[in-house]
């Protein structure tokens, strides 16, 4: 954003003087003098993009200092809603949300006039920072006439995105009532029934979205048609793309894939591939995720020409591929057994990241595993450990998983002790899978093992997986 530009004016008047004209020329010297010294001492103002832009404030930065930051710009010149709104959706579209939400505090602290849209982002934001709760008290803070459609749809959105059911149903209920319609509100709540195993609700909410004389979007279409999938009606999915060429409802390319998928899923592959080959004729896409699509649908028909093919377009357009872009891109050599290829795009990525990923090395690991290369597999695990890319729980599963298949239990101990450490209970239940834990017990119960089977007992009391089963299978042997 280009500076503001100040206008300059003397502050002394013109005097005309009957004096000599030595004297006239000098003062008038003087005074052009005062001026252009004044114009150099005034710095230009920096908008408040470009001061935050020299603060680099990440999503894992100190946000210490952006109150600090308003407050200076405020002095300097008159801060505009314009401006700080800007702000906060710039660090809302790169998730920087502990920023956004102190921008969102302090533009409502200031004596700069909201509306309705900067308290619906603020709902947005204490929910995704603070919690559902804080996005409540806010809520009810508000006076009647701020209580609007928009305010209610961001809460309300809340409630879909953690799958708060009955909260949900109640408050679109209240809308209802208070004539709060809208195609985005009904988008929520199709999308909440998906979320709940109701697909059968979908129909029954669009039909009432129509009589409501709302319009269905895109997005109306696509939940739609992935609601009629779930139901396995496959004659419906095709009469809702009927319907949308009928409306004038232009497929994007995720209808497409979307489509893809479900004929797939239907063990129609003809009518997949046919699909396929018009979501490829789509030109000028700069998504990402369009080619992510089209690698995970040939992947899904087994197509290694046509993976190839399509991650050669992606990197046409972004010569730099994302992280992501090459996990998708290794997970589908994985799956087709292009091995080969596997490790030199897994080196290619090594030799140009410069943020490790470990999601990236677990494939390769897991290649290495499935083909008994423990050689190569352990070569792989210190690599990425000497890179300093720490591994995850999914690593040492892998890890545990082959040595206990293998019957090499100090090191399977040794990986479910370190998944032991690092796992979460109520967040990674998973680990060990229930299959790993099957292999540990049978090892037991075959080699009679009770110092081992109650270091066991011991990992799994650590993460909360020792219930009655496993305690039944290892009570004899003194856990």
């Known amino acids: 954003m280009a500076s503001r530009l100040t206008h300059f ?24 003098t005062a001026t252009a010294t004044a114009v150099a001492q005034e710095k230009p103002k920096i908008s408040l993009f470009n001061k935050f832009k020299e603060l680099n404030i990440k999503p894992d930065s100190d946000t ?9 710009w405020a ?65 009810d803070s508000l006076e009647g006439t701020a209580k609007t459609n928009k305010t209610y749809g961001a809460l309300l959105n809340c409630y879909c995105k953690e799958k708060m059911f009955d909260k949900a149903v109640e408050l679109f209920a209240k809308m209802k009532e208070l004539n709060f319609n809208s195609t985005l509100n009904y988008n929520n709540m199709i999308s909440l029934h998906l979320n ?29 048609i992935n609601s009629y999938a779930a139901m396995k009606d496959i004659n419906a999915v095709e009469k809702v793309l009927e319907k949308m060429k009928q409306d004038e409802i232009k497929c994007d390319w995720f209808t497409y894939g979307n489509l893809a998928t ?7 592959i003809p009518k997949a591939k046919e699909v396929i080959g018009e979501l490829e004729k789509f030109k000028n896409v700069r998504d990402r995720e369009f080619f992510h ?71 390769v690991l897991e290649s290495y595993l499935n083909r ?45 002790e370190m998944g032991a450490c690092k796992a979460i209970p109520e967040k990674d239940g998973w680990f060990p899978t229930d299959e790993t834990i099957k292999m540990f017990l049978k090892y037991f119960e075959d080699n009679n093992d009770a110092d ?14 020792l219930d009655s089963t496993v305690y039944e299978s290892l009570h004899s042997r003194s856990c």
């Not at 920087?96 to 004596?111: F, P, T």
Request: net charge positive; hydrophobic share 40%.
């Open 196 to 224: 709940n195993d109701q697909p059968e609700q979908v129909p029954l909410l669009v039909q009432e979205l129509e009589q409501k004389n709302l319009k269905a979007d895109i997005y109306t279409y696509n939940l739609l």
């Open 64 to 72: 210490s200092k952006i109150s600090e930051v308003l407050n200076e």
């Open 262 to 268: 479900i004929y797939i899923n239907a063990g129609l």
């Open 293 to 363: 699509t089209l690698i995970n649908l040939y992947r899904q028909n087994s197509d290694l020409s046509g993976v190839n093919r399509v991650w050669h377009s992606l990197k046409s357009i972004f010569p730099s591929p994302s992280n992501t872009s090459y996990l998708i891109m290794l997970l589908a050599l994985f799956k087709l057994g292009d091995l080969e290829s596997l490790e030199k795009y897994f080196r290619e990525w090594e030799s140009q990241c410069s943020l490790s990923d470990v999601r990236l090395f677990n494939v």
């Open 452 to 465: 081992r089977a109650e270091k066991f007992c011991n990992s799994m009391k650590k993460i909360d997986r």
């Open 372 to 416: 008994n290369m423990i050689g190569e597999a352990n070569a792989h695990y210190e690599s990425m450990v000497t890179r300093g890319t720490e591994p995850n729980l999914r690593t040492l599963d892998l890890l545990t998983t082959y040595h206990i298949k293998n019957d090499q239990i100090d090191s399977a101990m040794k990986y479910l």
């Open 75 to 139: 002095k300097e010149s008159r801060a505009k809603r314009f401006d700080v709104v800007n702000q906060i959706n710039f660090f809302r579209t790169r998730k920087n949300y502990h920023a956004a939400l102190q921008l969102s505090e302090w533009l409502e602290s200031s004596k700069i006039d909201m509306n309705n849209a900067d308290r619906a982002i603020r709902i947005d934001l204490l929910a995704k920072i603070k919690g559902i709760d804080s996005a409540e008290v806010y809520f």
């Open 9 to 32: 004016r003397s502050t002394a008047k013109p005097r005309w003087l009957s004096t000599a004209t030595a004297s006239a020329s000098a003062s008038a010297s003087t005074t052009v």
